[in-house]
Nanobody
Framework: QVQLVESGGGLVQAGGSLRLSCRSSSTIFSSSSMGWYRQAPGKQRELVGIVLSGGNTLYGDSVKGRFTVARENVARMPWLQMNSLKPEDSAVYYC??????????????WGQGTQVTVTT
């Protein structure tokens, strides 16, 4: 079973920046998307930013223009650069990868999450 591990979360003041990274226990092939979601207390998990297999990116409306998602050149795992952070960005951030195995079965992997807290 593939395990994803996030890093880079922490406490930051409003207006500051953080960069999240994601590491995988093994190489992930044939992903349709890789990226980041987040969940704040009492709210549903929501899209932050993902990279699609063709290289296009999708962002949640609330982070457009402030966050950047991309994949590393070598390991091809996603990272997330978060700028101009706001208190409402506080949440647990999850790394996600989804796609299809060689036999056609779908897969979806989640990390355990990393806490991001933005203070005023």
């Amino acid at each position: 079973q593939v395990q994803l591990v996030e890093s880079g979360g922490g406490l930051v003041q409003a207006g500051g920046s953080l960069r999240l990274s994601c590491r995988s226990s093994s190489t992930i092939f044939s992903s349709s998307s890789m990226g980041w979601y987040r969940q704040a207390p009492g709210k549903q998990r929501e899209l932050v930013g993902i990279v699609l297999s063709g290289g296009n990116t999708l962002y949640g409306d609330s982070v457009k223009g402030r966050f950047t998602v991309a994949r590393e050149n070598v390991a091809r795992m996603p990272w997330l650069q978060m700028n101009s952070l706001k208190p409402e960005d506080s949440a647990v951030y999850y790394c996600n990868a989804k796609g299809r195995l060689v036999n056609g079965d779908p897969y979806e992997y989640w990390g355990q999450g990393t806490q991001v807290t933005v203070t005023t």
